[in-house]
């Protein structure tokens, strides 16, 4: 299994980011996928999870600011951030789990106040 996040960058406060992660070697559309994240000096947290019948949950940090999606035919799940704030910076992981769990390397959120 393998995961590669993509899509941080530097963002101003109150900006957008979509992050994106794509899987293989799963049978992808079986797995609920989720975003972690994790920020200096900070232990990682869950921000997002969405599982094999498309049903989401959130970290209360981040509702309704936050959408996390799936498309099953890319092998991708998605994570929206809208109206980012200084602290939603941390590096962004995605997991999933199969027998144990499966990280991607990161990408990394940087928002400016």
């Known amino acids: 299994v393998q995961l590669q996040a993509s899509g941080g960058g530097l963002v101003q406060a109150g900006g957008s980011l979509r992050l994106s992660c794509a899987a293989s070697?799963?049978?992808?559309?079986?797995?609920?996928m989720k975003w972690y994240r994790q920020a200096p000096g900070e232990p990682r947290e869950s921000v997002a999870m969405?599982?094999?019948?498309?049903?989401?949950d959130y970290a209360d940090a981040v509702k309704g600011r936050f959408t996390i999606s799936r498309d099953n035919v890319r092998r991708t799940v998605y994570l929206q951030m809208n109206s980012l704030k200084p602290e939603d910076t941390a590096v962004y992981f995605c997991?999933?789990?199969?027998?144990?769990?499966?990280w991607g390397r990161g990408t990394l959120v940087t928002v400016s106040s």
């Open positions: 969405i599982d094999a019948s498309h049903n989401t």
């Open positions: 997991n999933t789990r199969l027998s144990r769990d499966y």
């Open positions: 070697g799963l049978n992808f559309r079986l797995y609920t």
